[in-house]
């Protein structure tokens, strides 16, 4: 009875192991010409990319580089996260979902600082009444409210 409880909670620890290493959503990049993969850790938001680089030296078949979390892009409160990319062919980020409560931001390669960094979470108005320009476009008059469709927002 013994050996046989303490097979079942071996089991069951196995098992959720393996549901925590498999916490992990995929997504690339939508830009056409552009070979990039985003990963976002389910439960913590957590960012990071991957892309195919070129071997410097030794003529082989290439390399993985990766860019690890940086500004916004790291750990955030517990919940259910994911990543959506848009449909514009020329946009190299994606935008991380809260799909608890319905906040997103946008994700993006800063190449220069190698690492992924994510504006702050955002969500409307519960209601979809909004007082005033968005978030983002207030303080700015005149700046131009249109955001950019290139490679980063």
């Keep these: 009875m013994i050996l046989r409880t303490a097979l079942v909670s071996l089991c069951l620890g196995l098992a959720a192991t393996t549901a925590s290493a498999a916490s992990f959503e995929f997504v690339p990049a939508p830009q056409a010409d552009l070979n990039r993969m985003y990963r976002v850790d389910k439960v913590t938001g957590e960012v990071v990319s991957c892309q195919y680089g070129l071997q410097e030296s030794g003529g082989g078949i ?14 955030q409160p517990p919940s259910e996260y994911g990543l959506v990319a848009t449909r514009h062919t020329r946009e190299a980020g994606v935008f991380r979902v809260n799909y608890r409560t319905g906040e997103m931001s946008i994700c993006f390669v800063l190449v220069k600082k190698e690492q ?3 504006t702050q979470q955002a969500n409307p ?13 207030q303080g700015r008059a005149g700046a131009g409210a249109t955001p950019s469709q290139g490679g980063r927002p």
């Design 125 to 137: 108005a519960a209601d979809g009444a909004a007082d005033g320009p968005p978030a983002a476009a």
């Design 62 to 75: 290439g390399l993985t580089v990766c860019f690890g979390p940086g500004e916004g892009a790291g750990p």
């Design 116 to 118: 992924v960094v994510c």
